[in-house]
T-cell receptor, first 114, second 109 residues
């Protein structure tokens, strides 16, 4: 079956713009979580959605937001982009809550902010 | 905050040797741990997991050891192959996943 799909794979934005990233989980998976990956900080948790509800949120400013739709697809949005937002944004899905089993990652969306 | 660290940022091993990658975690309440492998340009790939009620778990060519006393996690890869070259992360779950920054494993043919 299809894995976790993230779009777009690559994008370039300028400071002050906003961006929306999309994640389609594995069919049947109800939990989607988002992570930011940078060389210095590794993977940092952004937020987790389960059945359209945000269940947990990491330590990121309010410029980072997300949502989950009834079909479990998820989007995350970053407003007023800063240079430091340049990173690989990874989405992961799981059947239940993340600690109930294997977390499947997508290939990521690589965001470059100029 | 949480701290999940790795003892070595890089590790080089000869093909056929065993590899051991170590990880320290800080939250004694964490009850679920995972090792991931990430190849260049790809997302992390699940290798093996272990819950806090276990000390050891074996998979195909991989073994994870959990020492809760010293909050230490290790990944052992048997008969390391060139395809095992990647960055390896450990992750702990307390109320959310915390990931280490990774160890880059290079397998020398």
């Amino acid at each position: 079956k299809a894995g976790v799909t993230q779009t777009p794979r690559y994008l370039i934005k300028t400071r002050g713009q906003q961006v929306t990233l999309s994640c389609s989980p594995i069919s049947g998976h109800r939990s989607v979580s988002w992570y930011q990956q940078t060389p210095g900080q590794g993977l940092q948790f952004l937020f987790e959605y389960f059945s359209e509800t945000q269940r947990n949120k990491g330590n990121f400013p309010g410029r980072f937001s997300g949502r989950q739709f009834s079909n479990s697809r998820s989007e995350m949005n970053v407003s007023t982009l800063e240079l430091g937002d340049s990173a690989l944004y990874l989405c992961a899905s799981s059947l239940g809550r993340p600690n109930t089993g294997e977390l499947f990652f997508g290939e990521g969306s690589r965001l470059t902010v100029l | 905050g949480e701290s999940v660290g790795l003892h070595l940022p890089t590790l080089s091993v000869q093909e056929g040797d065993n590899s051991i990658i170590n990880c320290a975690y800080s939250n004694s309440a964490s009850d679920y741990f995972i090792w991931y492998k990430q190849e260049s340009g790809k997302g992390p790939q699940f290798i093996i997991d272990i819950r806090s009620n276990m000390d050891k778990r074996q998979g195909q060519r991989v073994t994870v050891l959990l020492n809760k006393t010293v909050k230490h996690l290790s990944l052992q890869i048997a008969a390391t192959q060139p395809g095992d070259s990647a960055v390896y992360f450990c992750a702990e779950f307390g109320n959310q996943f915390y990931f280490g920054t990774g160890t880059s494993l290079t397998v020398i043919p």
